[in-house]
Each structure stands twice: as C-alpha cells, then as structure tokens.
C-alpha cells in the first residue's frame, strides 16, 4: 500500500480542514474551501526530470534534424562563413557586389538602425549563399552516388580512369563525422521507367498465363493503352517523382491499406457466420 500511495503524484479529498500538501518541502498546510490535496514529493521530483529529459532529447533530435539538413555542411561552418562575408563588407571589399546594399536599402533599413540593418543583410546574404553551395553539395553527391559501375569491378584488377576520377569526386564532395541519417538527403532517388518498358516489362509476366490468341489480343490492348491514356499517365507520374523522393511509396501504402480493410472486413463476416451458425446448431440440438 505504500508503495501504490508513493506512486500516485496527486490525490485530491473533499474535507472540511483544506489543501493539504504532504510530503512536499517538509510538511505544508494550505486551507481552501475545504479541499484536501496530497502531493508526493518523490513522484513529483519523478516529473520533473521525466520533462526534462523529454526536452533535452526534443533539443537533441532538432539538432540532429538541422544537422542532416546542412550535411555535408555544418552549422559552425555557416556561422563562420557569414563572419567572413560581414568582415569583408566592412573592410570595403564588397563579395557580394551590391546585393547586401539592396538587400539592406529595400528590407532591413525600414525596420532597423543603418548599422544592424547592414549586419542583417551580411547575415542573410551569407546563409543565403551558404544554402546555395549546400544544395550543389548535396545535388552532386546524389548524381555520383547514381553511379554503379563501381559494383562491377573485377577484384584485384586495376581501376580505369573513370573510377578513379569518381572516386576522388566523392572523396572531395563527401563531408565529414556523418550521423545515421547525414546522407539521407542525398541518395539517389528512384528511377522512373519508360512507358515501353513498363508495358515490355507486363507482357513478359503475363505470357505464360495466356495462349497465343489471348496474347496478341493483349499484345493489341498494351499499344492501345500506349497511343491513348498511357502517354498522359506517364507524364503524370514524371511530375510525381520529380517533386517526391520515392514516387510508389504513396500508392502503395494505399494499396496496403485496401488490402488490409478487405481482408478485415472478410474477417468479420466470416465471424459473423460463424458465430450465427454456432448460435443456430445450439438452438435446434435445445429443441
């Protein structure tokens, strides 16, 4: 019983003497239109350091995040590049050749004083700029990583100049101490196949399954579907992937989804049959 009453963080009782707080920085009494209030102080203590390593491990993933965003740059390193950027505009060597001016003349300046408007623009230039060489980074490390000649080599045999030129791209690309999901951004997406592919690809699997009249009667449906709504499609789907990472992970997550309510809704009706059959054989074998 004690160790259920230490487990309980609050435990409130009606009473005529008031709020009482047990166990809470020694032993304090509050009165309160007859409201009993006990506080353990142990599981409140608990609470605390329960929330605060909740938040710390919250700070700890959005860092994390932030980190794999700029990867292979780093944080550090864009701070120290927007320094470089304001040190130059103040000594008078402008890197930016007017754009801090305008950025400073048509944003900052209606907002702030002359002098942090000028520091903002810096700043803002340089993050901007710093994004830029990021995003080519990252886009070129995701073209060399397309690359899969690598996986054919020959073992013990010289490699040819264009491996070795690849290689020493990555190595010049590639950042460093990456994290589990630093190169998450940068890998190659899935390819897209071409129409012709697709329907090569369908009338191949689906072969053995007809004779020869059926297939070329499907053989017929697979150039029809290409003349009419195959090309349209397509596009479709192009514009898809272009914008997404994996463009079958949406369709097949719904795909699964029908599948398992099918399945489910078969389930129950097969249940239900069941458990009406059972109730129909005990009601005749009772008369």
Known sequence: M???????????????????????????????????????????KALIYSGLRSWKLRCRRTLNSLHNTLYPGHPVRGIAWCGIIYTCYIKGHDPSYHIIDWIDSHIFRRYFAPHNSKVLGCIAFGAGTYLVLIQIR?????????????????????????????????????????????YQSVLPTLPLPSLDDTLKKYLRSVRPLYDDAEYHQMEILAEEFKQTIGRKLQRYLWLKWLISTNYVTKILFKKNNIRFSIRLRTLGIGLVGKICLFTWSITNNGQ
């Not at 397309?146 to 073992?155: D, N, V």
């Not at 791209?169 to 590639?174: A, D, P, R």
């Open 2 to 44: 004690a160790e259920a009453h230490e487990a309980v963080a609050f435990q409130f009782t009606v009473g005529a003497e008031g709020i009482d707080l047990k166990h809470f920085l020694y032993m304090y009494t509050i009165y309160l239109i007859g409201v009993s209030v006990n506080l353990s102080y142990d599981v409140f």
């Open 138 to 182: 990252q886009y070129s490390l995701k073209i060399l990583f397309s690359y899969h000649g690598w996986m054919y080599h020959e073992h013990g045999q010289s490699m040819g100049l264009g491996q070795k030129l690849w290689g020493g791209l990555v190595k010049l690309f590639i950042g460093r101490n990456p994290s589990l999901y630093s």
